[in-house]
């Protein structure tokens, strides 16, 4: 059997179902700094005669989407294909809803590409979120102020064989062309990675899911997986190596959240699963 390696930074498809993620997007991450004037200025003074870099940097984030959810930057999606039926009808047998999926974060609407399916939507389209935004007075209180600069912080999710710094390059292009001439822009780059996926018919998958399926008494799934772990994309591209992402957090477990938190269920039966993966390849 070939080399694999191992991974337990995923999910279980449900507190009872084990599962193995087969897919990951890739990353980039921007981060976009609108300069204006040399200092804050009163509101009062310099309203509407001088820049504001809040709106400015208001605009450009609103132009990265249209009315359809769709990003605009030029040739995002290059490098992205229409998932396989097969993909889809795979998918289409875990019993997921979009409504107990939003409904535990306390949403019902999806957001994102009009006619997209939540799932196609977290597991094989790319996506552009602002993960922080900031500018001007933000203390207790009210302060009339025109701020001199405003930033914030966006990441891309990007999927099949989307290039990380092809993307970084637009969006760069697609920020310059709307600061106006008084303003200027400055990049901070923070990092980026391919997204991956894996062939399940390789013997490694196969032994794996009957390990945890043997654990669990529930047939083990093959999911995709949202985020990113960027040193999969290398182990498989500079090693040559299948990657195994077997774990066993669940969806409700608050990541990157207060009062993060792991299941003892999932803790325990995770050490017995592993022991059968290991033993089993």
């Not at 504001?52 to 490098?79: K, Q, S, W």
């Not at 102020?145 to 405003?150: E, K, L, Q, R, T």
């Not at 990092?191 to 991956?196: E, I, L, P, Y």
């Not at 043997?214 to 999911?223: L, M, N, P, R, V």
Request: charged share 25%.
């Amino acid at each position: 059997m070939a080399d694999a390696a191992l991974i337990c930074d995923t999910n279980m498809w449900d507190k009872d179902t084990p599962a193995i993620t087969t897919s990951l997007r890739g990353l980039c991450g921007e981060e976009i700094i609108i300069h204006a004037s040399d200092r804050d200025l009163h509101s009062g003074f310099y309203g509407s005669a001088a820049a504001n870099p809040n709106h400015v940097l208001a605009r450009i984030i609103a132009d990265l989407r249209d009315a359809e959810g769709r990003i605009t930057i030029p040739g995002f999606y290059d490098g992205v294909p229409e998932p396989s039926q097969a993909l889809l009808d795979g998918w289409g047998k875990l019993g997921f809803t979009t409504e107990a999926f939003l409904g535990e974060i306390g949403l019902s609407v999806p957001a994102g590409e009009k006619g997209r399916s939540t799932l196609e939507m977290v597991w094989s389209r790319p996506t552009c979120e602002v993960n922080g935004m900031g500018g001007g007075y933000q203390g207790a209180g009210f302060k009339t102020v025109i701020p001199a600069m405003a930033s914030a912080k966006i990441s891309f999710r990007l999927v099949f064989d989307q290039d990380p710094h092809k993307v970084r390059a637009a969006f760069r292009d697609f920020v310059k062309a709307r600061v106006p001439a008084d303003c200027r822009v400055e990049f901070l780059e923070h990092g980026s990675g391919r997204a991956v996926a894996f062939d399940t018919s390789a013997p490694v998958f196969q032994k794996t899911q009957a390990a945890l399926t043997d654990e669990w008494g529930k047939e083990a799934a093959f999911i995709g997986g949202g985020g990113s772990i960027p040193v999969t994309t290398m182990i498989k591209e500079r090693m040559g190596m299948d990657v195994v992402m077997a774990g066993f957090g669940l969806s409700d477990d608050r990541i990157h959240s207060p009062n993060e938190k792991y299941e003892l269920k999932s803790f325990h039966k995770g050490i017995r699963s592993w022991a059968r993966v290991l033993a089993a390849l």
